[in-house]
């Protein structure tokens, strides 16, 4: 199963920057965690799933099938099962 990282997720913070051409952009904070769906739930990662899952995931599969969300403390602690970033064979 292939996974889909997207590894940091930011959220606005409701202040509003301003850049050096004047324009104005939301200034965004990074959520803590490394961020990885998969098409189905995968056992093995239960304790990094999360519950409950997001009404609204930030990604969706091909056809609008809702992603299964999981959430690691870092990258390091998702390479320890997906050393490539994907499943091993």
Do not use: W
Not at 4 to 25: A, F, Q, W
Not at 63 to 82: I, L, R
């Amino acid at each position: 199963m292939q996974p889909d990282i997207i590894p940091y997720i930011y959220k606005p913070t409701g202040v509003m920057l301003t850049d050096d051409d004047g324009m104005e952009y939301p200034e965004l904070e990074r959520l803590p965690g490394y961020h990885v769906n998969f098409l189905l739930e995968v056992p093995e990662l239960s304790q990094y799933k999360l519950d409950p899952q997001p009404v609204t995931p930030h990604r969706i599969y091909a056809g609008g099938v809702t992603p299964v969300c999981y959430k690691f403390p870092d990258e390091q602690t998702f390479k320890q099962y997906f050393p490539d970033g994907t499943e091993e064979e």
